[in-house]
């Protein structure tokens, strides 16, 4: 038989994926698993929007709606734009998806072509890569590290430039690091983005977990010659908690919105449309209270992340995730077991604790291990003490 396309064969799995395969055999065998690789969470979405959608429902809403999504959602999103993120939209210029990651795909694939080049700063969400090459361009890393806060400097973003760079990824707060940049840390990138005449992808989904002081900027509030370039991409999945209902969406001024629409037209039409309606719901009620427990999450686990011997960790200004850096425990073997790499760190964790994390690898960053604080606390608290003795135990 003739060989699949090697734009299918050629993506990678997600890092998750062999690791939640773990934490399902463990939970076959009736054994504990205390589970920090959830990207989810743990507050209940609003009640508002479980009520649009009823209400949706009881209204007969079940055919297809605009390609865009229903217009009372998008003028909520105008909305919501304007007074979370001081950026000027109108309805036609924004498209709901299938949730941010749809939305992303979307946002590639119009602005890359063959051979185009996309700049991911990394440590790097890992679907950021696959969906580029999916688009049939190429994913260039610009690195950062933990003294810079895992932020991309305008001196390594401009370094990764090329002729051939189409767009630039911003992801702030970002997934896996937290780093979250500042206005004036936006506006050095701003520069570097309208001196090379390139795009902006720019990923706002963690926008609510924010523990610096106002809200997160967006890169597109810079000015019109900004705006003009980004395609921001937004959602409820993380700020409602309702990652299951696939809302995501792209705000883009035309002509971009334009092919947006068009290219989701052609492949999945629009979202679904009691998800839309819940959506409506759900941005009338973004759980703020919950998420400001989220900051004493964070502070106890980087205590305790910080506590350990040979472990450093950059304390995250946003989203819920702390990315130690383990490298000064890798190359030593647990009860005789090697373990080499991050895989193989979390893979032994797992086993012998019952605590499942995600290595850093698929995030391009081999040394470091992902832990999500979206837990209740006292599973956070059992979990680092348990990591805290396995730690402990390595020879
Ligand atoms: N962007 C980032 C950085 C994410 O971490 C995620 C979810 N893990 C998404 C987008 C996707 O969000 P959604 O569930 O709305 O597709």
Not at 28 to 53: K, Q
Not at 246 to 262: D, E
């Amino acid at each position: 038989m003739k060989t699949l396309s090697t734009r299918a064969t050629g993506l990678a799995a997600s890092p998750t994926l062999s690791l939640n395969a773990r934490l399902a055999a463990r939970r076959h065998a009736g054994e504990e698993v205390l589970n920090l690789s959830v990207g989810e969470p743990d507050f209940a979405m609003p009640e508002s929007a479980a009520l649009w959608a009823r209400k949706a429902i009881d209204d007969g809403r079940s055919r297809y709606t605009e390609v865009a999504g229903v217009l009372e959602l998008r003028e909520r999103i105008v909305r919501k734009l304007a007074e979370d993120n001081g950026l000027r939209y109108g309805p036609d210029d924004i498209v709901v998806s299938a949730g941010a990651k749809h939305a992303l795909y979307n946002a590639f694939f119009v602005l890359c072509g063959s051979g185009d080049e996309v700049v991911i700063p990394s440590p790097y969400w890992v679907t950021y890569p696959e969906q580029v090459r999916a688009a049939g361009a190429v994913p260039v890393f610009a690195a950062t590290d933990e003294r810079s806060g895992f932020k991309l400097t305008a001196a390594r973003r401009e370094a990764a430039v090329t002729e051939r760079t189409k767009a630039v990824v911003l992801n702030s707060p970002g997934n896996p690091t937290g780093a979250t940049y500042t206005r004036a840390e936006l506006a050095e990138l701003a520069e570097v983005v309208l001196r090379h005449d390139l795009y902006v992808v720019e990923d706002l989904i963690y926008e609510h977990f924010h523990y610096g002081p106002g809200p997160v900027p967006s890169i597109a509030a810079l000015g019109d010659e900004l705006r003009e370039r980004t395609v921001v991409v937004n959602g409820i999945s993380k700020s409602c908690a309702m990652t299951g209902w696939r809302i995501g969406y792209t705000a883009a001024p035309s002509p971009l919105a334009r092919w947006i629409k068009r290219f989701q037209g052609q492949v999945t039409s629009n979202a679904s449309v009691v998800a839309q309606y819940a959506a409506i719901g759900a941005m009338d009620d973004v759980p703020w209270r919950d998420i400001a427990s989220y900051r004493d999450r964070r502070d106890f686990g980087h205590r305790a992340l910080t506590g350990i011997p040979e472990v450093r960790c950059v304390l995250p200004d946003g989203a819920f995730y702390l990315f130690p850096d383990v490298s000064g425990l890798l190359g030593r073997t647990h009860e005789g077991v090697p373990l080499r790499t991050s895989d193989e760190f979390c893979a032994r964790l797992l086993d012998v604790t019952g605590v499942g994390l995600v290595p850093g690898t698929g995030f391009g960053a081999d040394d470091h291990l992902r832990l999500s604080y979206a837990v209740s606390p006292d599973v956070l608290a059992e979990a680092l003490s348990r990591l805290s003795e396995f730690a402990a135990a390595l020879r």
